[in-house]
């Protein structure tokens, strides 16, 4: 698998990804270092934690990474959800964020599939 197959199976855009961080392997390099990003575990942290100004910053942060890594379908759903905290006056919408659990679960196994044929 090459990281432009990771990329169709995501439905990301490798050719943005590759505009974003000047080459192909910049951006294989980047998307390995993706998982061990701490933004979702922060955002459920703050979550759990009723804590609303943590967990925009959290899911800001992943939206602005997904977005540099041009992962499409990731960047779409944290940005509903950023948006959706942004006034900071209520928690994380539980469909939102179910949302951006399923589409970071599907981020994460696919790249570390990925990882593994590297």
């Known amino acids: 698998m090459t990281v432009q197959d990771l990329y169709n199976n995501l439905q990301g855009d490798f050719q943005e990804a590759c505009k974003r961080l000047l080459n192909e392997k910049m951006v294989t390099n980047f998307v390995l270092k993706f998982p061990t990003d701490p933004s979702m575990k922060q955002l459920r942290d703050a979550v759990a934690a009723y804590d609303i100004e943590s967990s925009f910053r959290a899911i800001h942060t992943l939206k602005s990474v997904s977005g540099v890594l ?8 944290a940005w509903d959800l950023t948006e959706q905290l942004r006034p900071r ?4 919408d539980p469909a939102l964020l179910e949302l951006v659990e399923k589409e970071y679960a599907r981020t ?4 570390n599939e990925f990882a593994e044929n590297q």
């Open 89 to 92: 006056l209520y928690q994380a």
């Open 70 to 77: 041009s992962l499409t379908q990731l960047y779409k759903v």
């Open 108 to 111: 994460i196994k696919a790249i």
